[in-house]
């Protein structure tokens, strides 16, 4: 099937029913809610990995500072980029849980 053949019935399809249809014109609530809960859901993404940016260059930093000392790094349990995939994970299922318990 070529994708200029699609309609949006296939589109729904390929979505598992798990989005709402939105025809042309005006959108329902639904899908408005839908739409501004996927901007805030990637706007947090944005934040968290500007916030783990900043982290991991004072990280880097601090590490660099403690070696020119001639100091041995200081080794952590919960790295950041660990600390920042549970983050995340929590944060995908807090939205998959939001769109299934509708």
Known sequence: ???????HGDLR?????????AAPGNPSA???????GAIAFGI???VIGIVATILAGLSHLSTVRRLRRGELPVL???PLSVTVAVLVA???MAGLWSLLAR
């Open 1 to 7: 099937m070529d994708t200029n053949d699609l309609d």
């Open 90 to 92: 929590v944060a995908g």
């Open 30 to 36: 639904e899908v408005i809610r839908v739409h501004q």
């Open 76 to 78: 952590t349990g919960w």
């Open 13 to 21: 399809l390929w979505a598992g029913g798990l989005l709402p249809f």
């Open 44 to 46: 947090s993404l944005v």
